[in-house]
């Protein structure tokens, strides 16, 4: 009976970086969507962008999470313990997204507070991801 290496599970450092870089290419997505008034996909391209970003951290504190509930857990008690409010509010940020997208669609709001919400996202995934470690120098 042989054994092949080539089914075992990528490395650590592989998952962070796969994570990192996931987290940072859709954060950019999500900005590039903003610009074009692409309200709905940008708020998608973000939760996605906080999810890998909250994965990799969590994964590094070993501590894999696959559910969202889990994952909104971990990200806000780690806010907590670091005194940071923009970690701690990341899913909190991005309902506040979700709902500042639906008056802006409905015309009930003005754009500004989208980009106010987006400013605040981007700085919590931001902030998790330099949590992540990894090559690139970032």
Not at 6 to 31: D, I, M, N, V
Not at 97 to 109: D, I, P
Request: proline share 2%.
């Amino acid at each position: 009976m042989t054994s092949h290496r080539s089914a075992a599970a990528p490395s650590l450092e592989t998952r962070l970086a796969r994570y990192r870089g996931q987290a940072l290419r859709l954060l950019g997505a999500a900005q590039t969507a903003m610009r074009r008034g692409q309200w709905s996909q940008s708020e998608e391209l973000l939760w996605g962008s906080l999810v890998a970003a909250g994965r990799g951290v969590a994964l590094w504190h070993g501590h894999p999470l696959s559910d969202d509930a889990g994952l909104r857990e971990f990200v806000q008690q780690l806010g907590e313990s670091e005194r940071d409010r923009y970690i701690r509010d990341a899913f909190d940020h991005l309902s506040a997204f979700a709902e500042a997208a639906e008056r802006v669609r409905e015309r009930r709001s003005r754009v500004d507070y989208l980009f106010l919400a987006m400013d605040d996202l981007t700085e919590a995934v931001e902030r998790l991801v330099a949590h992540i470690p990894g090559s690139g120098g970032e």
